[in-house]
C-alpha cells in the first residue's frame, strides 16, 4: 500500500469530487423541477393525463444509465440534424449531455416517489381541505405537495445517494468527476488500488453527509409541521 | 470460527496460487488484448478476438509451442490486471515506455509506430503547440498520446476516452477538433467510410514508437522465450504473412 501516493494524489481526487458534487447538485434540482409536474400527471383524475407520463417513467427506469448517457452524448451527435441545429452548442459538451441524461434520470424515480407519497396523504386531510373552501391548486399547494414531501423524503435521500453513484459514469464521456479522476491517475500510477480506495473514501464521506442532511431535514420538517404543544408531557 | 479462518486461510492461499503462479514451458499462456483497437485487436461479429496483435500473439505461441488463451481487458486496466496475475502477457499494441517499465518488462519490438495528428480534411491545422492552444484535440486514456497531449500542449483541451473508437466518434460528430494517435491506427480509420472527410496533419509528432509485449516483472527466462519466438517468426515468415494482411507495408 502506497499511503504517499494517496496523500499526493488528494488534491485531484477533491477536484474530481466537486466535479462530481456540481453534477449531483445540479442534475438533481433540474430533475426534482421536471418530477413535480409529471408526478402531478400521474395522479391526475383524468385517463389521458395520467397515461401521458407513462412512456416517459417506463424508459427512463427501464434502461441502464450508461445507454442513456451513450444514447444522449454519443447517440444525438450522429446526426446532422442535431449537429447543424441550435442545441449543438450545448450537446457539444460532454458536461451538458451529462447533466441532460442524469436531469431525465433522476427525473423518472422522483416523480415516481412523488406520486407514492402524494397518493399516500390522507383523503380525509383533502377533503377537509376542500370543505374550507380551498380551491383545487390551493389544496396542492398548502396540503398535499407539503405532505407528500415530507413523506417522499426518506425515498429520495436514497435516489441522490444512488444519483451520486452514478455520476461516476460521467467518466465514460471524457469528465474528470471523481471517477474520472481517479482513472486518469491510475493511468499514469498504475496503483488502482490506493487511488481507488481514496476515491472510494470520498463517495462514503459524500454519501455520509448526504445521509446526514436528508436526516435533519426529515426531523425539521416534522417538528415544524406538528410543533408539540408546549406544556404538556 | 476455527473453520470459519480456516476457510479464508485457504481462499487467501488459492488467490496466492492464482495469482502467483508462474507460466512454466508447459502452461498455457493466458494474452490480454484489449479488443477495441482494430486493426491490431477488435472483436467480430462472433465475439471472437481479431487483429494484427492476435494473429501475432498466435504465431509466437505456436513458435514457443504453448497453448494460449486470450483475455479481453479495457484498455485503462490492462497493466492493473497483468500485474493482478489475471493473464500472464499483454499483447496489445503497448508502446515501451519509461513510466510503464517502472511496473511491467518488455520484450523487444514486435512493431514499430508513430503518433500523428488527424483532424477534417478541409481544416488548416497548425500542429505546433501554439496552433493547438485552446482547440479539443482528444486521445485515448493511458496511452502515450495521452501524455504526449499533456506534456506538450498545455494549452490545448485535452479530452481522454475509454477506447480510441469513441474518439473517433467525437471526432466525427465535430467535438473534437483532432485527434492524436497511434499513426497505423489512424491510417485504418482515414481509410474508413467513418473516416472518409479526415486526414494526416503534420508530419508525426513522435517516431520510433516501439510496440512490446509486457509481462510481468522477474521473470526473465518468459521474455528471452517470447524474444526468440519474435526472432524467430520474422526469420521464417509468419511476420511477414501477417503483416500483408493488414498493411501494405513493412511496420516491424
Known sequence: MDLRLMVDS??????????????????????????????????SPR??????????????????????????????????????????????????????????????????????????????????????????????????????????????????????????????????????????????????????????????????????????????????????????? | MHKLSTFFAAVVAAGLLVAGGPAKAADPLRIGTEGAYPPFNLVDANGELQGFDVDIAKALCAAMEVECTFVKQDWDGIIPALLAGKYDAIVASMSITEERRQAVDFTERYYTNKLRFIARKDMQLDISAAGL?????????????????????PDANVRLYDTQENAYLDLAAGRLDAVLGDALVNYEWLNSEAGADFAFKGAPVFEGDLIAIALRKGNPDLVERFNAAIRQIRADGTYQEINARYFPFDIY
Request: proline share 5%.
Open chain 1, 10 to 43: 488528494l488534491p485531484q481526487l477533491l477536484l474530481g469530487m466537486l466535479a462530481t458534487l456540481e453534477l449531483v447538485a445540479l442534475s438533481g434540482a433540474l430533475g426534482v423541477v421536471l418530477a413535480v409536474p409529471v408526478a402531478l400527471a400521474r395522479v
Open chain 2, 133 to 153: 492552444a485552446g482547440l479539443d484535440v482528444g486521445a485515448q486514456r493511458a496511452t502515450i498520446s495521452g501524455s504526449f497531449l499533456e506534456e506538450h500542449y
Open chain 1, 47 to 233: 385517463a389521458w393525463v395520467r397515461a401521458a407520463p407513462l412512456g416517459y417513467i417506463f424508459f427512463l427506469r427501464g434502461t441502464p444509465l450508461l445507454v442513456q448517457i451513450f444514447l444522449v452524448y454519443y447517440g444525438l451527435g450522429q446526426f446532422e440534424t442535431v449537429r447543424e441545429s441550435v442545441l449543438w452548442p450545448v450537446l457539444r459538451e460532454a458536461y451538458w449531455c451529462a447533466i441532460i441524461a442524469f436531469t431525465l434520470n433522476t427525473s423518472a424515480y422522483t416523480a415516481e416517489i412523488l406520486r407514492g407519497a402524494i397518493q399516500a396523504v390522507p383523503p380525509g386531510e383533502v377533503e377537509a381541505a376542500r370543505a374550507l373552501g380551498m380551491s383545487h391548486a390551493l389544496t396542492l399547494r398548502r396540503v398535499v405537495l407539503p405532505r407528500a414531501v415530507r413523506m417522499a423524503l426518506p425515498a429520495y435521500g436514497n435516489e441522490v445517494i444512488l444519483m451520486v453513484k452514478g455520476s461516476a459514469l460521467a467518466s465514460t464521456i471524457t469528465l474528470l468527476d471523481l471517477t474520472g479522476m481517479a482513472r486518469t491517475i491510475i493511468a499514469k500510477t498504475y496503483k488502482p488500488l490506493e487511488i481507488f480506495l481514496a476515491a472510494g473514501l470520498l463517495y462514503l464521506l459524500i454519501t455520509l453527509v448526504i445521509t446526514r442532511l436528508i436526516r435533519r431535514a426529515e426531523t425539521h420538517l416534522s417538528t415544524t409541521a406538528n410543533p408539540r404543544p408546549k406544556g404538556r408531557p
